[in-house]
């Protein structure tokens, strides 16, 4: 007995939507928040780490004060050169903390209560993982601020087996889920992420059987599924 792939298939593919619908591994929201605000919300911080090491690029912006505000590039030794002050050693050090050192040494010879700001713009040593269902997979350096869809587009975006409502971000060993689609559509904040942060989306089983069942993978010949 034939049956034609076009009759075949609808039967086929009911069949794979239900064995593979409860297929998608879960992962606990957040405590004390909703299923759809939980699955952005990840523990806040910046992107990057929090410690100023050799090669990072530094913005300096001293309030009112234009000729002191530049970017510089912490060198090999962990030291920044300003004007007025000097060699700074900044590696090991928090933002804030450079701030607070900057502005001290700018008190003591020069200023009265300068206004220091120090902001992070390139953490050379900071990286995240994306794996799974995106078109370049890899290890990717953190330059500023970065969010969840722009890791993603640093793989070169989704593939088209990929599941938007099942992407998985792993900081510190512990997972949080995040819906993409709802993300998008601007339903939740897109999340920061951090260094460190492995972010894996996941493939959709229904859609690898169907390609499969296609012809795509050569299990089956897309005229006939029955002889």
Same mark, same amino acid.
């Given at each position: 007995m034939k049956m034609t792939w076009k009759l075949a298939f609808p039967f086929l593919a009911a069949m794979i939507l239900s064995?593979?619908?409860?297929?998608?591994?879960?992962?606990?929201?957040?405590?004390?928040?909703?299923?759809?605000?939980?699955?952005a919300s990840l523990p806040t911080g910046t992107s990057g780490s929090d410690r100023i090491a050799p090669q990072d690029l530094l913005e300096i912006d001293v309030f009112k004060v234009p000729d002191l505000s530049k970017e510089v590039r912490v060198d090999d030794n962990g030291n920044i050169t300003l004007a007025l002050i000097g060699t700074v050693h900044a590696q090991g050090m928090s933002a804030s903390q450079l701030e607070q050192q900057i502005a001290a040494r700018l008190e003591k010879d020069y200023?009265?209560?300068?206004?220091?700001?120090?902001?992070?713009?390139?953490?050379?040593a900071s990286k995240i993982t994306v794996s799974g269902a995106v078109?370049?997979?890899?290890?990717?350096?953190?330059?500023?601020?970065?969010?969840l869809t722009q890791a993603i587009a640093l793989a070169q975006g989704l593939s088209r087996l990929a599941? &938007?409502?099942?992407?998985? +971000?792993?900081?510190? %060993?512990?997972?949080?889920? #995040?819906?993409? =689609?709802?993300?998008?559509?601007? &339903?939740?904040?897109?999340? +920061?992420?951090?260094? %460190?942060?492995?972010i894996q #989306?996941?493939? =959709?089983?229904?859609?690898?059987?169907?390609?499969?069942?296609?012809?795509?993978?050569?299990?089956?010949?897309?005229?006939?599924?029955?002889?």
């Open positions: 064995a593979c619908s409860n297929n998608i591994p879960q992962h606990a929201a957040l405590p004390g928040s909703t299923a759809s605000v939980a699955s200023m009265h209560n300068p206004q220091v700001n120090v902001l992070v713009k390139e953490a050379t078109n370049t997979p890899g290890v990717y350096p953190l330059a500023g601020d970065t969010t599941v &938007k409502d099942n992407v998985t +971000v792993f900081r510190n %060993g512990k997972p949080y889920t #995040v819906l993409l =689609s709802e993300v998008e559509m601007g &339903k939740v904040a897109d999340p +920061v992420v951090i260094a %460190g942060d492995k #989306v996941h493939t =959709s089983v229904t859609k690898e059987a169907v390609q499969d069942y296609g012809g795509v993978g050569g299990l089956l010949s897309p005229f006939t599924l029955f002889q």
